[in-house]
């Protein structure tokens, strides 16, 4: 087999083979297909697209890069959950505790930060001594014990796609449905689950901006999921604002730490209430959404959900008193205000400009491997829809370094949008395809 050949039959729109997909995933993996012409086979796919059979063929290659783990021995169904990637999304941490505590069986693998999205091992590891990259057989053993763990997703899991991944994040190819789609999947297949929620977000903090998108990226990844027999579940969620009011890592374990005290803002709440049902629908514990919802709120209102969080964390090692009491987890030496110039209505807060000022505090890394500054990032004070009056609090900023400071200050500022006419609020959960 030749990659040319393979590059040029995708580029006049022609279907791959499965052994031709298995071919360029394998040889890439290898160092025998270099990433010039791995780009170019990339640019080809964003622009010609796969059916339905060559996005699953370079799941299952993706996934059979590495090793699938096998949780066999843990009974009951498992089910994972996966987002997108967006600004300020710290749902898993509110809610891996909050299914958990409401028996669902959660092996949670997850990311680190990338570009304007952050991610949850980072915020985790805001944690003193928090171990996220346990051995798998620690992993398991904490999941029969607690019912939940949350792990990074180790080298050997669908190494492929780790670095497909970081060719497509310098080639202008992230938002291709079917990469999207098999990236996704490849890693929750080897992930070893029952079941899956996956968060496709959409909008300007967004990978994807359409609903249409959205719509069809959704589709595609409930396919792939029955065709390996995995229940699936996406629900597609805006992320026109970041969510919740807190962006940068230590911020936001202490924000969903006030969810998991019953306090905290309301859109994060009903984003994991919304994935916790179906998380407790595809456990086979509850049949009804309504009936999901209710139980989540009552392991908040209990306290179950909070020391189910203890417990994963005294699980990986991590200082327990930051937990109940969030004030001793990381701070940044400094912190400013960010004001409004006139009065009206915020009408909009550009996510992606929020999630890129973060990173460049030190929040996140613009390249893999970069060091992150754990206590830096943004508290919004405002949200689409609030009143402002002039010279009003929009946003704090947490820093450690006042250079970096004032070259974002500015970016914050024009990232509220304000009108005279109290806009509409959209609403934050879009669709559920299943
Ligand atoms: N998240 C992933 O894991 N992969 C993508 O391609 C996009 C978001």
């Known amino acids: 087999m030749d990659i040319i050949e393979i590059i040029e039959k995708k580029k006049n729109g022609l279907i791959l083979s499965e052994d031709e997909i298995n071919f360029v995933v394998r040889e890439y993996l290898n160092e025998n297909i270099p990433d010039y012409q791995m780009s170019a086979f990339l640019m080809t796919i964003w622009f010609k697209g796969m059916n339905y059979d060559e996005t699953n063929h370079l799941t299952i290659a993706m996934a059979r890069s590495g090793r699938i783990i096998d949780l066999s021995s843990i009974p009951g169904i498992k089910v994972d959950k996966h987002s997108s990637g967006g600004v300020g ?6 809610l891996i505790p909050m299914v958990s505590a409401a028996g669902v069986t959660v092996p949670k693998l997850s990311g680190r930060a990338l570009g ?3 991610g949850t091992i980072d915020k985790l590891e805001s944690i003193n001594n928090f171990i996220t990259d346990l051995s798998i057989e620690k ?3 904490n999941i029969k014990r607690t019912k939940a763990s949350i792990i990074s997703a180790s080298a050997d899991i669908s190494p492929a796609d780790k670095k497909i991944y970081a060719l497509r994040d310098v080639t202008g190819t992230t938002d291709s449905i079917p990469l999207m789609a098999s990236s996704i999947m490849s890693k929750k297949i080897a992930g070893g689950a ?21 719509i069809s990226l959704a589709k595609i990844m409930v396919n792939v999921g029955k065709s390996n027999h995995k ?3 996406v629900i597609i969620s805006s992320m026109e604002q970041p969510l919740g009011y807190a962006v940068g890592n230590s911020l936001e374990v202490q924000e969903a730490i006030e969810l998991l005290n019953n306090r905290g803002p309301s859109d994060l709440k009903e984003l994991c209430f919304f994935l916790g049902s179906y998380m407790l629908i595809a456990a086979g514990i509850v049949k009804k959404q ?5 139980l989540l709120q009552e392991t908040i209102k209990s306290g179950k959900a909070l020391n189910k969080f203890i417990e994963i964390v005294k699980n990986q090692n991590g200082q327990i008193s930051q937990i109940k009491k969030p004030s001793l987890l990381p701070r940044a030496k400094y912190h400013e205000d960010i004001y409004s110039f006139r009065k009206g209505f915020i009408s909009k ?5 929020i999630g890129q000022a973060a990173m460049l505090l030190g929040a996140g890394r613009k390249k893999k491997d970069e060091h992150i500054d754990l206590s ?6 405002k949200k689409t829809g609030d009143p402002v009056k002039a010279n009003e609090t929009l946003a704090t900023v947490y820093f450690n370094s006042v250079e970096k400071y004032s070259l974002i200050k500015e970016s914050v500022q024009k990232s509220f949008h304000i009108t005279d006419q109290k806009p509409e609020v959209k609403p934050l959960i879009l669709k559920v395809i299943s």
């Open 89 to 94: 999304d710290k749902t898993t941490i509110a």
């Open 116 to 118: 304007h999205t952050g």
């Open 290 to 294: 309504i009936d999901g919802i209710t």
């Open 349 to 353: 807060v550009q996510a992606k400009t």
């Open 139 to 141: 992993f398991i053993e």
């Open 376 to 381: 830096v990032g943004i508290i919004l004070k």
């Open 194 to 214: 029952d079941a899956f929620v996956l968060n496709v977000t959409v909008g300007e903090g967004a990978f994807l901006k359409k609903l249409s998108d959205a």
């Open 231 to 233: 229940k699936t579940y």
